[in-house]
């Protein structure tokens, strides 16, 4: 295999899967100086859109392709932007061989608790998963109830349930941290019913209506694999002898452990109160604070891609600003969510959160982002010593 860099084209030429890979394929052998037939695999590694020249609108790819001839390869690989690669395989996982006397546990069943249990089952350790919200169907209903002006459920809302904070975002996969791992969580993503793109697109997105099922499908590998999930069961207290953890209190019953992992998010306050109560260590974190701001789509669709708005199968334009001011602080925009809504994101009774999401298709008429400025524990002080 070898992977090429950069390889553009027209949105107008690639409208839909067929075209991209016919205008791909001939591009491709154009590069390599070989005959169409001679490439006899390609594959998208990434795609990104230029919309830099709003005179026309480029797509740039990084491509894998199998070519036929030694001499082909040999010839491509003296060019520039082509290199050699071996594709290990991320699916092959070690077993694990250390022996734990109880399972480990894992609290919640957001994203971090949902990857930590699944690594956990595929290496045979069959895990406890404690989730104090709802599984996604009921919490849906949970969400859809307090949106429609019911009451608040403080263990079933946008922040507390199975899949976590983020099913009721955008599902978007944004990660500034280069880690093999995160081919693993994208991998598990689509053999869970995501669509397969999210694997190359530089700004992959699942959408809050698809994640529902992604998360369920990832709920039922872990179990198929020896795991157990929990639901409405809040971990309330835990046991430590001599410095060590002994057990976990769950709903009024304790549970014998050693380990447990936290995946328990932003929001749990009352969790984080008994965790510093227990003189856990902890230290103040700087975040970020701010509102969500909401405009139309089609202005942003043609502020972005000019003519190109709403043809080639360009879907909802997004952005991203920075604003460096002179006194230090950089004001940003944050997790915007094309064709999206703003929804009330509270877990706690008097409390106001403000969240956005969008579905797959991000077909709403507006779109959202967070506008936020960094503050740091000089700014909101602390108790700890
Ligand atoms: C207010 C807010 C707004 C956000 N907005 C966006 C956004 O718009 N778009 C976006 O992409 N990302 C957004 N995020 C970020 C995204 O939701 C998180 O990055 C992601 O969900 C973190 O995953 P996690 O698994 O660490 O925690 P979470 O997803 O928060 O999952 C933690 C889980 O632990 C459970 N739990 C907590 N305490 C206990 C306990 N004691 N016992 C048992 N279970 C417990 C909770 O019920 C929850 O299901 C937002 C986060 C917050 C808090």
């Not at 891609?305 to 952005?319: N, Q, R, T, V």
Request: with cysteine.
């Amino acid at each position: 295999m070898i992977r090429i860099r950069d390889i553009r084209c027209s949105v107008k030429k690639v409208e839909n899967k067929e075209a991209e890979m016919r205008v791909l394929k001939t591009a491709v052998a154009q590069k390599l100086r070989a005959n169409p037939q001679q490439i006899l695999d390609l594959k998208i590694y990434k795609k990104a859109l230029d919309a830099r020249r709003k005179a026309d609108l480029l797509y740039t790819y990084t491509l894998d392709v199998q070519v036929q001839s030694d001499r082909v390869e040999r010839r491509a690989l003296k060019m520039k932007g082509v290199q050699k690669i071996d594709l290990v395989s991320q699916k092959q996982r070690p077993v694990g061989s250390q022996s734990v006397k109880e399972r480990p546990v894992v609290v919640g069943l957001g994203p971090s608790g949902c990857f930590a249990a699944l690594v956990l089952a595929e290496a045979g350790y069959r895990p406890l998963v404690l989730e104090r919200g709802a599984a996604v169907q009921e919490r849906v209903e949970d969400i859809r109830d307090f949106w429609q002006g019911g009451s608040l459920k403080e263990n079933s809302n946008v922040q507390f349930g199975e899949g976590g904070a983020g099913t009721f975002s955008d599902g978007k996969l944004t990660t500034r941290i280069s880690d093999p791992h995160c081919l693993k969580v994208l991998e598990s993503y689509v053999q869970a019913g995501a669509p397969e793109e999210i694997l190359y697109l530089n700004k992959p997105h699942i959408g809050s209506d698809l994640l529902r099922k992604v998360v369920k499908n990832l709920r039922e590998k872990i179990i198929d694999l020896g795991g157990e999930v929990r639901f409405n069961a809040q971990v309330q207290d835990l046991k430590i002898d001599k410095g060590h953890l002994t057990a976990i209190q769950v709903n009024d019953t304790w549970i014998a452990t050693q380990s447990v992992l936290l995946g328990i998010g932003h929001s749990a306050r009352d969790t984080f109160k008994m965790l510093y109560d227990k003189g856990l260590a902890m230290e103040a974190k700087p975040f970020a604070i701010g509102l969500r701001i909401e405009h139309p789509q089609e202005m942003i669709d043609r502020s972005q891609y000019g003519e190109f708005a709403g043809k080639y199968g360009l879907g909802a334009a997004d952005y991203r600003l920075v604003y460096h001011g002179d006194n230090g602080r950089t004001a940003y925009s944050f997790c915007m969510c094309p064709g999206g809504q703003v929804v009330a994101a509270t877990s706690e009774r008097g409390y106001v959160v403000t969240n956005g999401m969008s579905l797959h298709a991000r077909r709403d008429r507006n779109a959202n982002a967070a506008l936020l400025v960094g503050v740091t524990p000089k700014d909101f002080g602390s108790d700890l010593p």
